[in-house]
């Protein structure tokens, strides 16, 4: 069920997010958090699919905060899904013009579930400081996706970075949980020798890559180097060399099968499939506290992008 | 399994504060004993399928058959393929089962022909060459009861059951664990024989895991529970897992067997131990099953026990509206069985903490509805200040439902909206189901990880299984000399005996 309110105020939307419980009571109890989605109009809609996908897990009150011409009439239209066309969720999207899009932080208030923790997603950029920003105070959990957002590599990690407080985290960290997964269960198998060297191969316009260089080479005290190819994945490659040999994860663009090459040179394939939006989402609404790991990469990510010169060109790969 | 990990270095990409990294198994190989059986194909094989399109298997792993068939290992491929295609809960995709499909190896044999386990034996050294499994091996029996003895022995006696220096070996026996004390010490002692405890998982899928996890959390990450939870506040405790099908062609298993030993020993005791232990330690293995045998070493049985237990057998008649046959008429059941299909009894434990407090336990089949509940019955309020004006009311209640739709309910007494001032029974509703069943990783396959990480502590441990027997033994020499059960209508709550049962202590059974 879908609920247009044309030229509204925000009042008349919580009333009647109340008036629709006590009439149908179509809408479940049982909501875990409230999450707010200030998104551009062109992402909207998949950052709504994606976040009622996750609702399936933790369900919520979703509020998608769209802005449009900031110079017009100050307005606010409003519209309520529950039901089949919420998941597990109820969505409230507001649509702001005008001076209205300076309001958010006032606008959201009324419409905060009572005692449950409320998480910011900005889909499509980065705030230079989200613990700063109207949408980021009222919430403990920040969420930001640098992969979409603009700016160079060095731009972005720059934000993440100095913008980085406790309960932020970044989608492009988030992605990389089970790449991290299998190498670390790779370190849990004999022979337990010293990693010397690592490689990471990937889009280095992407923090992604750079990121897990860093975690590698933090936790491993060994020097790691991102390798940049031209291709559509994100990740390629991850090398750890050691005594006996290199040992390395492969997994080629467009696919979900990845291969682990022994130091033997024997090769095992398994399934590396590539986390959609809302898993990765489902995956940081799991947890409401501060991520300090995160929190340490990014800061290292930088610093180690700024003092080093680690990065190298190895178009040479092949898909 | 601590004894493997000690003396690993610490691997320096594991960190405590870092916690959303996943583990994932080491290599290793299942070896599928009774590949070809109803729970191999409708649950275990998809249950691998879909870990393995996950990216949640073993990077590293071997699927070897084990069975009486003479298959080649394309037959054996075909054979789960069509298995996993029928049940898999992730898209069927190519690529994912050309690697998964990779590793099957299939062994020929009977599970008493010992050349069969050295066949078994050389098949797994191939697997640890060729697939990388690194003589790390489960062992899955999937067979009837009476055969797991002989398959430990014929696995001792190949060398397959001891693990080589820096490896694991493990065995997966299924429920019933016996049939009595005696049965279950004798099988244990054959298993216990030749696999160390720890390496031995006990599995009854009745008991998911996330239940086990979902009722220690709400007994213990909570505050306002706990003091109310004994018999100041208790009166008691009703503990029901109802079916509404037949046998289903269980006849071979069920018959001789019954309710009380199919359900009440293993999972309603379990469910009891869970809902009355003391607050383990640790939520780890060791410290998890020290409480529940303590609380099972305390449950005492009612002395007269004919008062106080009752047993029945479902009659011909309707269920929700279709015509239904009598145990009695059920293909493999001798017209003159005293096999029960409902039993429910009534323990005590003498405990401080519950002594005074009953627990009351019944299962069947063909009643009402499918449902598992815990329900915690609270004493009536010693006074209520509003007069002969309001009614009585029912006492205060909190349900655990287990299963479908599993989440907790508490019923208190509310007014009535309105001038008068009348109270009135509610209800506070949640469910797991909305909140936090993640999108769901299925019982089978969580289990299937936990074996494959040596993880254990949510299966029960052989005191545990012995303790239950013991409580259940004496109930069951009982009914033997005793008349045979009562029939009950299908679709009903049990026979009248289980009514007149809770009516002697003057409750009286919830209609769940």
């Known amino acids: 069920m879908i609920i247009p309110l044309f030229d509204t105020t925000i009042n008349e939307v919580a009333d009647k997010l109340v008036s629709i419980r006590l009439e149908g009571g179509v809408i479940a109890l049982s909501r875990v958090l409230t999450l707010l989605v200030p998104v551009g109009a062109a992402a909207a809609e998949e950052a709504i699919e994606a976040a009622n996908k996750s609702s399936m897990e933790h369900p919520c009150r979703l509020i998608v905060l769209i802005e449009g011409d900031p110079t017009g009439k100050s307005a606010l239209d409003a519209e309520i899904r529950v039901g089949g066309d919420a998941g597990a969720s109820e969505v409230v999207v507001l649509r702001l013009r005008?001076?209205?899009?300076?309001?958010?932080?006032?606008?959201?208030?009324?419409?905060?579930?009572?005692?449950?923790p409320v998480v910011t997603w900005w889909p499509d950029r980065v705030p230079d400081v989200p613990?700063?920003?109207?949408?980021?105070?009222?919430?403990?959990?920040?969420?930001?996706?640098?992969?979409?957002?603009?700016?160079?590599?060095?731009?972005?990690?720059?934000?993440?970075s100095h913008g980085y407080r406790p309960g932020d985290t970044d989608l492009a960290w988030t992605s990389l949980t089970w790449w991290r997964a299998h190498l670390a269960s790779l370190l849990d198998q004999p022979p337990f020798e010293r990693v010397t060297r690592v490689v990471v191969v990937g889009r280095t316009e992407h923090p992604t890559p750079v990121l897990l260089a860093t975690w590698l080479g933090w936790k491993l005290h060994c020097p790691a180097e991102v390798e940049a190819v031209e291709s559509t994945a994100t990740?390629?490659?991850?090398?750890?060399?050691?005594?006996?040999?290199?040992?390395?994860?492969?997994?080629?663009?467009?696919?979900?099968?990845?291969?682990?090459?022994?130091?033997?040179?024997?090769?095992?394939?398994?399934?590396?499939?590539?986390?959609?939006?809302?898993?990765?989402?489902?995956?940081?609404?799991?947890?409401?506290?501060?991520?300090?790991?995160?929190?340490?990469?990014?800061?290292?990510?930088?610093?180690?992008?700024?003092?080093?010169?680690?990065?190298?060109?190895?178009?040479?790969?092949?898909? | 399994m601590n004894q493997i990990?000690?003396?690993?270095?610490?691997?320096?990409?594991?960190?405590?504060?870092?916690?959303?990294?996943?583990?994932?198994?080491?290599?290793?190989?299942?070896?599928?004993?009774?590949?070809?059986?109803?729970?191999?194909?409708?649950?275990?094989?998809?249950?691998?399928?879909?870990?393995?399109?996950?990216?949640?298997?073993?990077?590293?792993?071997?699927?070897?058959?084990?069975?009486?068939?003479?298959?080649?290992?394309?037959?054996?491929?075909?054979?789960v393929e069509k298995s996993v295609r029928a049940h898999c809960r992730t898209p069927f995709r190519e690529t994912s089962w050309r690697q998964f499909s990779s590793g099957f190896r299939f062994v020929q044999g009977e599970f008493s022909d010992a050349e069969a386990f050295?066949?078994?034996?050389?098949?797994?050294?191939?697997?640890?060459?060729?697939?990388?499994?690194?003589?790390?091996?489960?062992?899955?029996?999937?067979?009837?009861?009476?055969?797991?003895?002989?398959?430990?022995?014929?696995?001792?006696?190949?060398?397959?059951?001891?693990?080589?220096?820096?490896?694991?070996?493990?065995?997966?026996?299924?429920?019933?664990?016996?049939?009595?004390?005696?049965?279950?010490?004798?099988?244990?002692?054959?298993?216990?024989?030749?696999?160390?405890?720890?390496?031995?998982?006990?599995?009854?899928?009745?008991?998911?895991?996330?239940?086990?996890?979902?009722?220690?959390?709400?007994?213990?990450?909570?505050?306002?529970?706990?003091?109310?939870?004994?018999?100041?506040?208790?009166?008691?405790?009703?503990?029901?897992?109802?079916?509404?099908?037949?046998?289903?062609?269980?006849?071979?298993?069920?018959?001789?067997?019954?309710?009380?030993?199919?359900?009440?020993?293993?999972?309603?005791?379990q469910l009891m131990a869970l809902t009355a232990m003391d607050e383990p330690i640790a939520f780890n293995a060791s410290d998890l099953s020290r409480e529940k045998e303590k609380l099972l070493s305390a449950v005492v049985l009612p002395r007269e026990l004919g008062m106080h237990t009752s047993r029945g057998q479902y009659a011909a008649g309707n269920q929700a509206g279709r015509p239904v046959i009598a145990f009695h008429d059920e293909d493999g059941i001798a017209p003159d069985s005293a096999t029960e299909t409902f039993a429910a009894i009534r323990l005590d434990i003498d405990t401080r903490r519950w002594a005074g407090t009953p627990f009351y336990l019944r299962t069947g089949k063909r009643l009402g509805r499918r449902v598992t509940e815990i329900?915690?019955?609270?004493?009536?309020?010693?006074?209520?200040?509003?007069?002969?004006?309001?009614?009585?009311?029912?006492?205060?209640?909190?349900?655990?439902?287990?299963?479908?739709?599993?989440?907790?309910?508490?019923?208190?007494?509310?007014?009535?909206?309105?001038?008068?001032?009348?109270?009135?029974?509610?209800?506070?509703?949640?469910?797991?189901?909305?909140?936090?069943?993640?999108?769901?990783?299925?019982?089978?396959?969580?289990?299937?990880?936990?074996?494959?990480?040596?993880?254990?502590?949510?299966?029960?441990?052989?005191?545990?299984?012995?303790l239950s027997w013991k409580i259940l033994d004496p109930v069951e020499e009982y009914w033997a000399s005793h008349?045979?059960?009562?029939?009950?209508?299908?679709?009903?709550?049990?026979?009248?005996?289980a009514d007149q049962m809770m009516a002697r202590d003057g409750r009286a059974w919830r209609r769940p």
């Open chain 2, 118 to 269: 050295d066949r078994l034996a050389e098949t797994l050294r191939d697997v640890d060459e060729t697939q990388g499994t690194g003589g790390n091996h489960a062992f899955y029996l999937s067979v009837p009861p009476s055969a797991s003895p002989v398959v430990c022995e014929n696995l001792a006696a190949s060398h397959l059951a001891t693990p080589p220096e820096g490896s694991w070996r493990r065995v997966v026996v299924e429920k019933p664990f016996g049939h009595d004390l005696e049965s279950a010490i004798a099988l244990e002692s054959v298993v216990g024989q030749v696999f160390p405890q720890e390496s031995i998982f006990r599995i009854d899928h009745y008991l998911g895991k996330e239940t086990v996890q979902n009722l220690l959390a709400l007994r213990f990450a909570n505050e306002m529970f706990e003091p109310l939870w004994n018999s100041h506040h208790i009166d008691h405790v009703q503990i029901t897992m109802a079916e509404d099908i037949g046998i289903a062609g269980r006849a071979g298993y069920y018959d001789g067997i019954g309710a009380a030993r199919d359900v009440i020993q293993n999972h309603l005791l």
């Open chain 1, 235 to 319: 990740l390629r490659r991850v090398e750890l060399h050691r005594a006996s040999g290199v040992i390395s994860i492969d997994r080629p663009q467009g696919t979900s099968a990845a291969t682990l090459t022994m130091p033997s040179g024997q090769v095992r394939r398994f399934q590396l499939p590539p986390p959609s939006l809302s898993d990765c989402l489902s995956e940081e609404l799991r947890r409401l506290d501060a991520d300090t790991v995160y929190g340490e990469v990014v800061k290292r990510g930088l610093a180690w992008l700024q003092h080093g010169d680690h990065l190298t060109d190895a178009s040479q790969v092949e898909d």
């Open chain 1, 131 to 160: 613990a700063s920003t109207s949408l980021g105070t009222v919430a403990e959990r920040r969420v930001t996706d640098s992969r979409m957002a603009e700016g160079s590599l060095v731009e972005r990690l720059t934000r993440l």
């Open chain 2, 483 to 497: 008349e045979a059960p009562e029939p009950y209508a299908p679709g009903s709550w049990g026979p009248a005996g």
């Open chain 2, 375 to 466: 329900a915690i019955v609270f004493k009536t309020v010693p006074h209520v200040p509003f007069g002969p004006a309001s009614e009585v009311l029912a006492p205060n209640a909190l349900v655990v439902r287990v299963q479908p739709d599993e989440g907790v309910r508490l019923r208190f007494g509310a007014k009535v909206p309105g001038t008068a001032m009348e109270i009135r029974e509610v209800s506070m509703d949640f469910g797991y189901g909305n909140s936090f069943t993640q999108a769901s990783p299925e019982a089978y396959e969580r289990l299937l990880l936990d074996v494959f990480l040596g993880d254990p502590p949510l299966f029960p441990r052989r005191p545990e299984v012995e």
């Open chain 1, 98 to 116: 005008g001076q209205m899009i300076d309001q958010q932080a006032s606008l959201v208030v009324p419409l905060l579930l009572p005692d449950v």
């Open chain 2, 5 to 79: 990990l000690s003396p690993q270095p610490v691997n320096p990409l594991r960190d405590p504060a870092d916690r959303r990294l996943p583990r994932i198994a080491s290599p290793c190989g299942l070896v599928l004993f009774g590949v070809t059986g109803d729970l191999s194909r409708g649950k275990l094989l998809p249950a691998l399928y879909d870990l393995a399109n996950q990216g949640l298997l073993p990077v590293g792993f071997a699927l070897v058959g084990f069975a009486r068939r003479d298959w080649t290992v394309d037959q054996f491929c075909d054979f």
